[in-house]
């Protein structure tokens, strides 16, 4: 048993009897009495802090704990300059997108929807198809007014939100009264996986 690692002290059973003449003799005064004097210094409760073993170190300086010593960090020449008083926040200003691109997707949504289930419904249930196809062209009109007021931008013309109301509505009618549900189904899951293969290509 190796008695001068400090990390393998070694169990109690396997320290040495002190009967058997291995401490030296002093009585109860002796550092070595009783073997719970003598290991205790070997355990990792009595090593040096580790504060302690960077400041023994020599450093360049050629003194303990110099102000060259690598464990302490420099002091700064100057104190941190702080910000008296608070920054202005600057407006992040709102982009617009070009175009009439959500209009336009809405409006070839809606055909073929409508269109699609013109043969399965009622007249009662394609008219409200319509109704709320306008309705939703309206709000998105009024929307997009509001954001123009908003954020001071120049306004659009107004006009492609009528034109897609009108157009959307006739263009599902005449598909659904010339080509059929059925042939409008096809040519929209047709047109959407072509549309998603175009996306995932170059999206």
Known sequence: MDRGRPDDPGAPD??????????????????D?????????????????QDEATTRVDGPSGHHGGPGDPARPPEPAHPPLRRL???????????????FWGLATGTVLFVMVAAGSAE???TAVRFAEHVVFWALVGVAAL???HR????????????PWAFAAVAGTLTAE???????????IVGSLITLALLL???????
């Open 85 to 99: 008083t608070p920054a202005r926040l600057k407006p992040i200003v709102q982009e617009r997108r070009n175009g």
């Open 143 to 145: 929307v997009s007014v």
């Open 148 to 159: 123009e007021h908003r954020y001071g931008w120049e306004p659009k013309p107004r006009w």
């Open 197 to 203: 293969f175009l996306v995932l290509m170059f999206g």
């Open 174 to 184: 005449v598909l659904a009264l010339t080509a059929g549900s059925a042939v409008v």
């Open 33 to 49: 009495a009783a073997p719970t004097e003598v290991w205790p210094r070997h355990t990792a409760d009595n090593w040096p802090r």
């Open 120 to 122: 399965y419904v009622s």
């Open 14 to 31: 396997s320290w040495p009897d002190p009967a058997a003449g291995l401490w030296r003799p002093g009585g109860a005064d002796s550092d």
